[in-house]
């Protein structure tokens, strides 16, 4: 059996135990209640059992404290279940000559699709959730000290969570910086906001040898502080202009106070800075300072070199609004090593960054002093190639304050270097500074970062497709099943249709539900679409029977109800109101893109099945998914209405985050890049289902720079140049934090757990995320020479099912051989579609 993880909660930096671990385990349903590792297997849903967060099994991925290297007492609650259909090759065999009326495929229907506009950031649609959601209007955790615009919908996933989340102390990574409040702490005893750049030298690694389970990088060393004389005990941290890429910091003197600090605080920011407004500069360090030059004018804006005594320069520029009085900043001769007093009653910008090579870097920032980014946009479209073949665009521009006519520096994530577009590239710098957990960042001097992402995966589908970079050219390779295949696939289908569905999707958790109606659509698809339908009864039965299950989600009557949020705004488990770690945290927008998405692709494949489905009721099915969609993946930015843009996907890092409104000294997180490009595949087939182009491309360009950002940051090949050398061995990073990497997961430590949920589900998208030379790697690591039979249940099938994009015909002899035991498969997924998908790929002669 397996666990699958909830997210936790930390606060006031540590990790403490939230909950009981909660283990959810997921029986497949022909095993009829046999016995596996000592669990019973049966058709109910959940079993509560208590983990213990002893040092000899460490269950808890989080268990380093990245604050005091220490282990700590927190336990995860995590969940059970595997599932992911595996992507390969395959050709679709849905022709209209063979449908009926009412089954005509909705790419083929007259008048549905839509073309791409020049910015694929357009509105889903503009309804609220429908009316059988109820509303609730409060939410048990509290917007706390956030000001501004607050009634409409809120980010809850995005970077800056910690500073309205617990006690708002813990850092927010804007990469390659960090930004903590002080709060009062450390040798400065500061109130003001700590600024953070750190080495690669660093790092901390776990006490094993390498390859290494971990590295974190030390959080609390604040290097430079912005501060105010005026600031003390009753200071408060408000934030404002809460948007998906931007937040903005501020430091009042006491609540209900005008701040005195406003910190505009943007991905990529290349210069942390504070404005100003009629206070006394406290400019603080943490880590003292050493020596202080004198002021060296530039026009209107003065730069100090400063020395730290760890051997660090950093540089902190003034523009005043009104004059400067050279004689105004000196060091405080109560503090001399910690602190540098400006006048009282100052106006102005203060910009502080670290400088790393000399005069040559120094000169960069000279060019872009005064000016600071104040918010972000971001704007996408297609162009067709030259010879075939399109390529997604996205652009990401920057709105400026103060001296507006000077250029900006941001930083750039490798995989944004990547893909720089020729404008962008000649804006790259030599300046290089060391991210917390995502390589290196390299800054520019652009107000706008344009990225293309060639050879968008247009061809995907839902059957299983080989998919391979030739000459910069993505080909599809199609192959047909063969009768042997077809027969193979045909049997299992007839196994695994002929239950009683609701048993594995009226569960009490939209994450298992989904999981269920998903498997049952993949192989109702795989039935029709790979196999030529053998069955038709078979398939028009199972097809009616998974219609009725997707209409109870539909009208909200499943165990697990759904209601809309009006506090953040969004649809969430009722559980949570009582239990935060019911559902693995959906109530707290933990994993939405995990639990909806599998729900919207089931809904796709129906769809794409039968269009008529979408108009029955009013539309009232097409209404309902789009609600999903608009949850985690929400698209229009400008006006998001009822949802916020893209909950989930975050654009800057090129990947989603899994933990929601739970304060976490070590940021967000993900462990599975399966499930997430599940989530964009889902977009993508539900887009093309309902004829949405605009959806549909977004969808491509999603798992586009998927493929490019999890084998960067994810994925460890041995040609991995941006995660630390020592953990490149472990194959894959496990849980990816924003400060830290754990080779691990939220509910064990086993092999096969922590590689696994990187490949779940095998779906369409996994041939295009992973390598084939990936896939050797790893299996050559962990479970080659017989090793795989070792691993029990459902796992064993995951690893099998990934292998096959290395060996397929060996992958498909152990799908098919007789007697299989179907306690090798995952409870979310099927033997139909894992024989398809090896079979797809050649495994079948």
């Keep these: 059996m397996f666990f699958r993880s909830t997210r936790r909660a930390m606060f006031s930096g540590t990790f403490v135990l939230m909950l009981a671990q909660v283990a959810r385990i997921s029986a497949h349903p022909l095993l009829d209640g046999k016995e596996e590792e000592g669990v019973k297997v049966t058709k109910t849903v959940v079993v509560r059992t208590t983990l213990c967060d002893s040092r000899t099994t460490t269950l808890d991925p989080t268990h380093i404290s990245s604050s ?400 391979t970079l030739k000459r910069s050219i993505l080909h599809r390779k199609r192959t047909g099943l063969s009768s042997k295949a077809i027969s193979a696939i045909s049997a299992a289908a007839a196994d695994e249709l002929n239950v009683d569905m609701s048993t594995q999707c009226n569960l009490n958790s939209m994450y298992f539900s989904g999981k269920g109606i998903a498997k049952f659509a993949m192989i109702v698809w795989t039935l029709y679409g790979l196999a030529n339908n053998p069955k038709p009864t078979l398939y028009s039965q199972s097809l009616d029977k998974l219609k009725v299950e997707f209409d109870r989600f539909v009208q909200n009557k499943q165990a697990a109800p759904l209601t809309y949020d009006e506090s953040w705004r969004g649809v969430i488990t009722t559980g949570g109101y009582q239990d935060p770690g019911a559902d693995f945290g959906n109530t707290y927008y933990n994993d939405h893109h995990f639990h909806y998405g599998y729900f919207v692709y089931a809904a796709a494949i129906i769809a794409t099945l039968d269009p008529s489905w979408l108009t029955i009721n009013n539309g009232q099915n097409k209404i309902w998914v789009n609600m999903l969609v608009k949850d985690f993946a929400n698209s229009n930015m400008d006006n998001p209405q009822f949802f916020p843009f893209s909950r989930s996907f975050d654009w800057w890092m090129g990947h989603s985050w899994a933990k929601g409104l739970f304060e976490s000294g070590d940021g967000k997180d993900q462990e599975s890049t399966s499930e997430d490009s599940m989530a964009s595949l889902s977009i993508k087939m539900w887009g093309k289902a309902i004829g949405d182009k605009n959806m549909e491309m977004r969808g491509n360009l999603m798992l586009a720079i998927q493929a490019r950002t999890f084998p960067a940051y994810f994925l460890l090949a041995s040609n991995n140049t941006n995660q630390p050398a020592e953990i490149i061995g472990n194959k894959v990073t496990g849980i990816l934090f924003e400060n830290k990497v754990d080779h691990a997961t939220y509910f064990g430590m086993a092999p096969e757990y ?92």
Excluded at 768 to 775: E, G, L
Excluded at 781 to 798: H, K, L
């Design 754 to 845: 922590i590689q696994g949920i990187h490949m779940l589900p095998i779906s369409p998208a996994t041939s295009y995320i992973r390598s084939k030379d990936f896939v050797n790697e790893e299996w050559n690591t962990y479970f080659s020479n017989g090793r795989v039979d070792a691993v029990a249940g459902g796992w064993r099938g995951v690893l099998w099912a990934d292998y096959a994009l290395a060996d397929p015909k060996t992958a498909y002899n152990f799908f098919a051989k007789s007697g299989f035991d179907y306690g090798l498969i995952d409870g979310g997924a099927s033997r139909t579609w894992y024989l398809a998908f090896c079979a797809a790929l050649g495994g079948a002669e």
């Design 68 to 467: 005091s290297y220490k282990v700590t007492t927190e336990t995860a609650s995590s969940s059970s279940t595997i599932s992911r259909p595996s992507t390969s090759t395959y050709s679709t065999h849905l022709s209209p000559s063979s449908l009926s009326k009412s089954t005509t495929p909705a790419s083929q229907t007259s008048g549905k699709s839509t073309m791409a506009s020049d910015n694929l950031f357009t509105l889903i649609d503009g309804s609220p959730a429908p009316p059988q959601i109820p509303h609730n209007a409060s939410h048990p955790a509290p917007r706390l000290n956030m000001v501004g615009d607050i009634n409409r919908p809120l980010q809850t996933n995005k970077f800056y969570a910690n500073w309205f989340l617990g006690s708002q102390t813990q850092p927010v990574w804007t990469h390659p910086y960090s930004l903590q409040w002080a709060h009062g702490g450390g040798n400065a005893q500061s109130w003001g906001m700590g600024i953070v750049q750190l080495d690669r030298r660093q790092i901390v690694f776990s006490p094993d040898g390498i390859p290494h389970q971990y590295y974190l990088n030390p959080i609390g060393i604040h290097s430079m502080i912005l501060s105010a004389a005026e600031l003390g005990p009753s200071t408060t941290l408000t934030t404002d202009n809460h948007q998906a890429l931007t937040v903005n910091a501020n430091l009042c003197p006491a609540a209900g106070a005008n701040p005195l600090i406003t910190i505009p605080v943007v991905q990529g920011t290349g210069m942390i800075t504070g404005v100003y407004k009629g206070a006394t500069p406290s400019i603080q360090s943490h880590v003292q300072y050493r020596t202080i030059d004198a002021p060296i004018t530039m026009g209107s804006t003065v730069k100090y070199r400063v020395l730290l005594e760890d051997n660090n320069q950093w540089l902190i520029y003034v523009t005043p609004n009104g004059g400067y009085n050279s004689a105004g900043f000196q060091r405080d001769p109560s503090k001399p090593n910690t602190t540098f007093l400006g006048p009282a009653n100052f106006n102005g910008i203060i910009q502080i960054v670290r400088c790393v090579s000399g005069a040559a870097e120094e000169n960069i920032y000279d060019k872009s002093a005064g000016v600071y980014a104040t918010g972000a946009t971001i704007a996408a479209s297609t162009s067709m190639q030259t010879g075939g073949g399109t390529t997604g665009s996205y652009t990401f521009t920057w709105s400026k304050g103060g001296n507006t006519s000077k250029p900006l520096i941001m930083f750039a994530l490798p995989h944004h270097v990547d893909s720089f577009d020729p404008v962008t590239a000649a804006a790259k710098t030599s300046i290089r500074f060391a991210t917390a957990s995502k390589g290196f960042a390299t800054a520019i001097q652009a107000d706008h970062m344009t990225l293309l992402e060639p050879n968008l995966p247009e061809a995907m589908d839902f059957g299983p497709t080989t998919m």
